[in-house]
């Protein structure tokens, strides 16, 4: 009796590992674990650029003259670190992501660790957070969705090895993007629309189950480790009628940050192309130093506000109870677009997400000012520049429009949005029919090629090395294969 229920409990045992439910289970293992690690490393990440905000404050205020000396010397090293370590974490980290799930094929997959690795993860955090105490304006959301596309595609790298488990590469990176933005803003679903909308040319019923699953997880981690919170929190709106004049006023925000958003990515494109056509060193240093003194003078001069992601500008324009400091000086608004263009200058790591935020809330205090929009409707226009100027940035409506409704919470603003949203994509097009993020994509996957091609001539005919394994073999077949 013994040995026929031993050997119906091996034989359950053997059925059960060889069916599709278990297959199924087991390919969701590595989404689950890369998931609760994004989970970690993004709130971690999150608190260290919130202290060093903090700090920069304090000291920035306390002692403005030291900026001269300071943020060169930032600069400099977060430069330094990219150029000496990791040249692929340079810039937002998107078109790095957006290449690499282009170049997730069995021919070319190899690149795609020039782009993900662990060296990309330090190095994107080291340099975003020197260049941050140095009174950079740069943001960590994008880095964070590089960093949590990185952090997947090391465990789809390391699990089939261990388990034999195989897992489609081109989605292990989208739902790693996707659960990044998650986790960076605690707004899930824009995390999944953003995958939908920005990165994916697949289906969504092949990834669907696990996106949804991976962002919940990561979420959910890091939720458990800082609580539940907006990162707007509940910025107050009018729980009345909201007049006619409002939505002409949202479609002109719309407009309006469509064409400066689109303005200020072909600007960082130019820029970029510029400093990159620059062959010596000593003519990166001093570009880089020149930078460090425009933003001393810019924080010392100007306002504090030009340092950053400028999260504590918006929180201002959205709370603040006296009219004249919630909207703030003129300046405001072109201080919000001309800073992160002197960061970008530098070369370093540093996202745009944050800043086209914060310059997007900037456009609707202005905005607001001029049309002398009353107090409780402020917050419509804000919310809305913000929405607008995101999609000139990133060309991605929707995904701009869930994220601002999911970091505020404010449910009656959402058509507004959407039309913001729409009414600066329409522009945007008008003007540049890519965005920033697709033509530095671009220009990394002509990097990579042009790599490979020197490699190749360096080669002096020597006999190409075997796979460890057939990795490319499995992803022909993975990349047809539903993986729900």
Known sequence: MKKKLKNSFKQ??????????????????????????????????????????????????????YLFVVAPVCFLLGWWVVKRFAPYA??????????????????????????LNLRIIIVKIISSVVI?????????????????AAIFRIVNKRFPQVLSI?????????????????????TPLGGIVFAIEELSKTHFTQFRNAI???????????????????????????????????????ILTGILGGAIGTLLGKTLIAVGQWKASLTKNWQHIVVIILAGWVTALLICFVSVDATGSGKEAMMRILFEKNLEERLGEWSLFPLRVFAPIVSYSVGSAGGTFAPSLSA?????????????????????????????????VTRAPFTSAILVLEMSDR???IFYLILAG????????????????????????????????????????EEPETPKRNEKKEDAKLDNTNTN
């Open 12 to 65: 359950g045992v053997v059925a059960f590992t060889q069916s599709e439910a278990f297959r199924k289970t087991v390919q969701t293992l590595p989404y689950w674990i890369a998931s609760v690690i994004v989970g970690f490393v993004a709130v971690i990440y999150a608190e260290i650029f919130h202290y060093v905000e903090l700090f920069n404050l304090y000291w920035m205020k306390k002692h403005p003259a």
């Open 90 to 115: 340079k810039g937002s980290g998107i078109p790095q992501v957006m290449a690499s799930i282009d170049l997730a094929t069995p021919k070319n997959i190899d690149k795609v660790d020039k782009l």
């Open 132 to 148: 941050l105490l140095g009174g950079g304006a740069v943001g960590r959301e994008g880095s964070t969705i590089q960093i949590s």
């Open 166 to 186: 195989n897992v489609s590469k081109k989605i292990m990176i989208m739902t790693g993007a996707a659960s990044g933005l998650a986790a960076a803003f605690n």
């Open 212 to 250: 949804f699953t991976s962002v919940i997880i990561a979420g959910l981690t890091a939720q458990t480790l800082i609580g539940s919170y907006l990162y707007l929190e509940y910025p107050p709106v009018s729980k009345g009628d909201v007049p006619f004049s409002i939505t002409v006023l949202v």
């Open 360 to 392: 997007g809330a900037s456009l609707g205090a202005m905005i607001s000012r001029i049309f002398e929009v009353s107090p409780e409707h402020i917050n419509f226009i804000v919310l809305a520049g913000m929405v607008a100027f995101l999609t000139g």
């Open 411 to 413: 449910y009656s603003t």
């Open 422 to 461: 729409l009414a600066s994509s329409f522009v945007a097009l008008l003007i540049e029919k890519k965005s920033m993020y697709e033509i530095n994509k671009e220009s990394f996957i002509h990097r990579l090629m042009e790599e490979e091609k020197i490699e190749y001539l360096e080669q002096d005919e």
